[in-house]
């Protein structure tokens, strides 16, 4: 996975509403990111013992979640090298 600069999603708006689609794909890239960074983090404290409250969900369905994203992530990598978009 390509290391993107740590945004916010709020980072993400101005580049979603561009009429560029290479904008808006960065935008897009952005966004999985950060939601996959954020899952992946959570899920290292579950691990540790220090999260803070208790899943609904089972482990299983997180780690299926994260995968589907890490894949996600890696089509949109593939895509930007293919369109010479640069993420």
């Known amino acids: 996975m390509a290391t993107y600069r740590q945004a916010e999603l709020k980072d993400t708006v101005s580049l979603m509403c561009s009429d560029d ?3 808006r794909f960065k935008a897009e890239y952005a966004q999985v990111a950060v939601r996959y960074q954020k899952l992946k983090a959570m899920l290292d404290k579950w691990d540790t013992g220090k999260l803070n409250f208790t899943p609904t969900c089972p482990r299983g369905v997180y ?6 994203m890490a894949d996600y992530i890696a089509s949109l990598e593939a895509r930007a090298a293919i369109e010479d978009i640069e993420l």
């Open 21 to 23: 689609y290479k904008e």
């Open 63 to 68: 780690n299926f979640q994260i995968r589907a």
